[in-house]
């Protein structure tokens, strides 16, 4: 026992200097085809921490496993004992996190910053930096918060005009989840570049908030150190980190959650205990009155989750939010045929508690609040390939206008200084019903 829990702490908390490798790690794609199969893999995953869920369980859902070398032999057995179907969709990740495209972003050049590659926490800062010389009458940079180690959590502000009601991003709360920040980073580009006139009326018609890294530290060491690191780096007795989606105050500490600080879903100490989180929601409090939409970013599972993830109760304006989701969720199929699922957290995925958007919603009263749970489903997961950027982006780019657009039909997002709906925006609508 004293062994494995050695060798666990080495896998999870990993703080020596050189990079982790997961050289003939293999990633599984399970698929549990009922509440037994549920509940075995429930229990499988209670008792072998060294198998990394990467999904919650739920019925005729794929979910990724990863297993070390010396545990896949096991891990065939316990789910072939049970009759539970898998099949091995990257047999060796280090492969194939070795072809993850990183390039470097050259200062003063915004354009160097492209959309088939991930970035370093460095290279995003320096090139909000440069949107924002680049864009001085609408651009600005903002400070929502501290991390752990010292670092801003840096964003950016882009706003046409005093007076205007805001949209809040929220993006990589969770360190692996690279396609979060890179998608993150092409909106804030669209809004502040691009010649579509239906991005340009919503760039212009809002004070945008957005910060593509929320969780700075985790982010850092997915790149040097430990490429599927999830959490914060805070040291809590011989483990590190705490899932900073768990730690918000509401419903701390419930279902979804872990108080073992070696879990990936370990909540921390207390509700707001982080210092990312606690000071990201003051500075979400302290604008709170302005924000009619506020998204959180995350992958994977291709899902608009609405709050909360604590009942599948409809509560608070459900129907409406649901209406407008699904009317997204549409439009963002347009484009690639990529096909997502809209529901609250606990009907559509699993049960998760200490959320940031239950909180923005509970606390905040925020009118619309989403997740996006971004590529894929149950082949690539957090290691999403970078040819898959650009595409993922412009999907979500399109469900986003069209958010905006079914919100304000709806009576929703109506600037108290700009009541009146831009003229292109009813016109695109108009079109749309008759398409």
């Not at 500075?283 to 998204?295: E, G, T, V």
């Not at 439009?331 to 995925?349: D, H, K, M, P």
């Not at 996006?372 to 650009?390: K, N, S």
Request: hydrophobic share 35%; with cysteine.
């Amino acid at each position: 026992m004293l062994i494995r829990l050695i060798s666990l702490t080495i896998l999870f908390t990993f703080v020596h200097s050189e990079k982790f490798r997961f050289d003939n790690y293999s990633l599984y794609k399970v698929l549990p085809k009922n509440v037994e199969h549920v509940r075995f893999l429930e229990g499988l995953k209670g008792t072998f921490e060294e198998y990394d869920f990467w999904d919650e369980i739920l019925v005729s859902q794929n979910v990724n496993i990863l297993s070390k070398p010396d545990m896949k032999s096991d891990l065939e057995n316990f789910l072939s004992g049970a009759g539970i179907d898998f099949e091995i969709t990257l047999d060796n990740i280090q492969e194939f996190i070795d072809k993850e495209t990183k390039k470097h972003y050259t200062r003063n050049d915004i354009r160097s910053m492209q959309w088939d590659s991930y970035y370093t926490l460095e290279d995003i800062n320096t090139w909000l930096d440069d949107m924002v010389l680049a864009h001085p009458d609408t651009a600005s940079i903002i400070i929502g918060g501290r991390s752990h180690e010292g670092r801003d959590i840096k964003g950016i502000r882009i706003s046409h005009g005093a007076g205007k009601r805001a949209v809040f991003i929220e993006s990589g709360i969770h360190a692996r989840e690279w396609i979060s920040p890179a998608t993150t980073n092409f909106i804030i580009n669209e809004l502040l570049t691009s010649d579509d006139e239906e991005v340009k009326m919503i760039a212009n018609d809002y004070d945008w908030y957005i910060f593509p890294v929320t969780n700075p530290d985790g982010y850092v060491w997915t790149h040097v150190g430990y490429r599927l690191w999830r959490k914060n780096r805070v040291p809590y007795g011989n483990n590190i980190g705490v899932d900073l989606n768990r730690n918000w105050n509401s419903n701390w500490l419930g279902l979804g959650t872990s108080s073992n600080s070696l879990s990936n879903t370990f909540a921390g100490r207390g509700p707001f205990s982080e210092v990312e989180t606690r000071t990201l929601s003051e500075f979400i409090k302290n604008m709170a009155d302005r924000i009619d939409l506020y998204l959180s970013f995350h992958s994977s599972g291709q899902l608009l989750l609405i709050p909360y993830g604590n009942t599948t109760d409809p509560l608070d304006n459900y129907y409406d939010a649901m209406k407008i989701g699904r009317r997204a969720m549409g439009a963002l199929s347009v484009r690639y045929g990529t096909q997502y699922t809209t529901g609250n957290i606990a009907e559509a995925i699993y049960y998760a508690t200490g959320t940031s958007i239950d909180w923005i919603k509970e606390h905040l009263h925020v009118p619309l609040v989403y997740c996006y749970e971004l590529r894929d489903r149950g082949v690539y997961g957090h290691l999403l390939p970078p040819e898959q950027i650009r595409p993922t982006s412009e999907e979500v780019m399109d469900s986003l206008v069209e958010m905006i657009l079914q919100a304000r039909r709806l009576g929703y997002m109506n600037n108290g200084n700009a009541t009146k709906v831009s003229a292109l925006l009813i016109v695109g609508l108009v079109m749309k019903m008759f398409l």
